[in-house]
């Protein structure tokens, strides 16, 4: 199981959170680049795949939680 799988729509924390005071990044585009929206402020940041992977800490809210 890949704890670090990520989908668009997905809510989640990086290692840092925006200066805004919030960690909690909403994925709204997914590319050779991953578009991601601060939930605090709505500001939005654009980060190559690589950085992005090594900044998620961890996935809070799944966009398609699966069956349980
Ligand atoms: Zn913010």
């Not at 990086?14 to 200066?19: I, L, N, S, V």
């Not at 997914?30 to 992005?52: A, E, N, Q």
């Amino acid at each position: 199981m890949d704890r670090k799988a990520f989908h668009l729509g997905d809510v989640v924390e990086m290692k840092k959170g925006h200066p805004c005071g919030t960690n909690a990044w909403k994925v709204i585009r997914m590319g050779m680049d991953i578009r991601m929206k601060c939930t605090g402020c709505g500001h939005s940041v654009l980060l190559p795949r690589s950085r992005f992977e090594k900044r998620l800490r961890k996935i809070l809210i799944h966009a398609d939680p699966p069956d349980e």
